[in-house]
């Protein structure tokens, strides 16, 4: 059995999943927003035996020692029972919802992309950073603080038209996009005290670079950001940026390979930019990074090579 856990709401899982339902691969979709209302946990010790199941919506039970092959695709958060009003208790209750699955994780042997402890802490910025300089790959002159005076030192160096700032994180209701620092910002730079801003040298592009590695795989994707509306963060025009596949040098593809394995990464999406002199500059990784947008307009086979590891895994086990 291949287990995906995600949503039916994400469009790449639905991808994923239609590919394999049309090689016939046996494949359930897990929503972990249905726990713990609509799903029962069992994992059940007795003698030497031991018996790890969940109970769907569908009242149906899902043996977890028969999935053999899981995609961590953006697992949703548990919704636990509005019954709980207390906001002491729904922490409790999410807690131990939390430490029930984290252990039970850890106890399938399944072949994962990717396991949930890499995945997590694969998608810390500064972790990223440092593994990328440490396998030689070149990352922008890079400061991420809330000490003011610090700030104020690292923008002065380059001057306030030659940084760039961005969040650590962004949701669909808080978008943070990477934006240059403006002149006006600089007198608002005190403001950092109250939470650590990440702030970087900005990096001039011949174009922006989409890595997905799916296994041994590498698609690389070159995005004109600088041809759209807004040369910063080519995710705020990607409708009216030019997208084709390029080829990386030998030396920058041994260099992502060895990243994924540093982090521990079967899947990863990563961003970097080619100088006009053309380095290549590593930007971050994104685990559970989007690749359509790339594969439906640069024709590379993402979702079928991903699709394909998940089978290839799942019959190995057999």
Not at 220 to 249: C, G, H, W
Request: glycine share 2%; aromatic share 10%; hydrophobic share 45%.
């Amino acid at each position: 059995m291949i287990l995906v856990i995600s949503s039916a709401a994400d469009e790449h899982a639905a991808a994923v999943l239609g590919e394999l339902r049309k090689q016939g691969a046996p494949v359930t979709l897990l929503d972990l927003s249905q726990f713990p209302q609509q799903m029962r946990l069992a994992m059940h010790y007795v003698d030497s035996d031991r018996i790890f199941s969940l109970q769907l919506p569908d009242r149906t039970r899902l043996d977890l020692s028969e999935c053999k092959a899981i995609w961590w695709r953006r697992p949703q958060p548990f919704t636990l029972h509005p019954s709980i009003t207390r906001d002491a208790y729904r922490q409790f209750a999410l807690n131990e919802s939390q430490e029930a699955f984290a252990g039970l994780w850890q106890l399938l042997n399944a072949f994962w992309i990717n396991h949930p402890p890499q995945d997590e802490a694969a998608h810390r910025k500064p972790y990223q950073l440092h593994v990328a300089q440490e396998v030689g790959l070149a990352i922008p002159r890079t400061l991420i603080s809330n000490d003011p005076e610090r700030v104020r030192e690292f923008v002065a160096a380059q001057h306030y038209t030659r940084t760039i700032y961005k969040a650590f994180s962004a949701t669909a209701q808080d978008w943070r996009e990477t934006r240059l620092l403006r002149k006006e910002e600089v007198d608002l730079l005190e403001n950092v005290q109250y939470a650590p801003v990440i702030f970087q040298e900005y990096i001039d592009a011949q174009y922006d670079l989409r890595v997905t590695v799916v296994g041994d795989a590498i698609f690389a994707a070159a995005i004109y950001s600088q041809q759209t509306a807004y040369k910063v963060d080519f995710r705020m025009d990607i409708a009216n940026a030019r997208i084709e596949a390029v080829r990386l040098p030998p030396t920058v593809e041994a260099q992502l390979h060895e990243l994924m394995v540093r982090l521990g990464l079967v899947y990863g999406a990563i961003d970097m930019r080619l100088t006009p002199d053309d380095r290549y500059v590593f930007l971050e990784i994104n685990p559970a990074g989007q690749w359509l947008f790339v594969e439906q307009r640069s024709m590379q086979p993402i979702t079928a090579t991903l699709a394909a590891i998940l089978v290839a895994q799942n019959l190995e086990s057999v």
